[in-house]
Nanobody, 124 residues
């Protein structure tokens, strides 16, 4: 049973930084793409970032481009999300996602594996 486990969420003031981590447990397979989504209360799930494992190509929506950076870890199936210049509107539950085929995409149905989420709260 493959599980994605997120960590690193918390409370931070606007303008601050946080780094999220995601590691896959129980995984003997290799992911082709890993990424992050977020969901704020009362809002739809939103794409945040993705990275192709084979060549490191990254994908971001305009809302986080230039502030967030996704990277691969040295360990297999590990990914990080560095979040800088955080804003109150970044407050959400952040989910790690992964798939064994394909490349980065903003569509939720591309990803077969989802973590339980880690809460990020940005105070003004």
């Amino acid at each position: 049973q493959v599980q994605l486990v997120e960590s690193g969420g918390g409370l931070v003031q606007a303008g601050g930084s946080l780094k999220l981590s995601c590691a896959a447990s129980g995984a003997t397979l290799r992911f082709s793409v890993m990424g992050w989504f977020r969901q704020a209360p009362g809002k739809e799930r939103e794409f945040v970032a993705a990275i192709n494992w084979n060549d490191g190509t990254t994908y971001y929506p305009d809302s986080v481009k230039g502030r967030f950076a996704i990277s691969r870890g040295n360990a297999k199936n590990t990914v990080y999300l560095q979040m800088n210049s955080l804003k109150p509107e970044d407050t959400a539950l952040y989910y790690c996602v992964a798939n064994t085929w394909g490349s980065g995409s903003p569509k939720t149905d591309v990803y077969d594996y989802w973590g339980q989420g880690t809460q990020v709260t940005v105070s003004s």
